[in-house]
């Protein structure tokens, strides 16, 4: 989604994006079908596969964006144990929301075909409100 966001905005150069989990059970693997499928019809192209965070990301990353409390607390807590760096800033995304009320991004992995839209919908207020934001630091800084 936000390599999406950026390719619209003609930023994709400045950028280095990757998508990883905390947990290690679904490395190597697709997203789901139906979360493709979705992106999909938005004109995303998920081609990724699963990888776990590790001690590296808090180096080669400046941001790290957590889905929801769980995988918050497993990051920082990563970082705390691994980490000699605390170079990354680890945020979650929905602090960036602006048109939706939740707090976390929703797992609809149990649910029907339109959690994956609503997932989609949420990420791309977030990641916009992210994108904007982050702009607006990178715009200040080099005033």
Not at 22 to 28: A, D, E, L, Q, Y
Not at 91 to 120: C, H, M, S, W
């Amino acid at each position: 989604i936000f390599i999406n966001l950026l390719e619209k905005k003609g930023l994709t150069d400045g950028f280095s994006v990757d998508s990883a989990g905390t947990g290690s059970w679904h490395i190597g693997k697709k997203a789901d079908f139906r979360m493709r499928m979705a992106a999909e019809r938005r004109g995303v192209n998920i081609l990724s596969r699963a990888r776990q965070i590790t001690s590296k990301d808090f180096e080669e990353f400046n941001y790290i964006l957590a889905m929801d409390d769980s995988n918050f607390r497993n990051i920082i807590d990563l970082q705390n144990r691994t980490s000699s760096t605390n170079f990354a800033s680890i945020k979650k995304i929905q602090n960036f929301r602006a048109v939706f009320d939740e707090t976390e991004v929703p797992d609809p992995y149990f649910g029907g075909d339109e959690g994956f839209d609503q997932v989609l919908d949420i990420l791309e207020d977030s990641l916009s409100v992210f994108l904007d934001t982050i702009c607006w630091f990178i715009r200040l800084e080099s005033l």
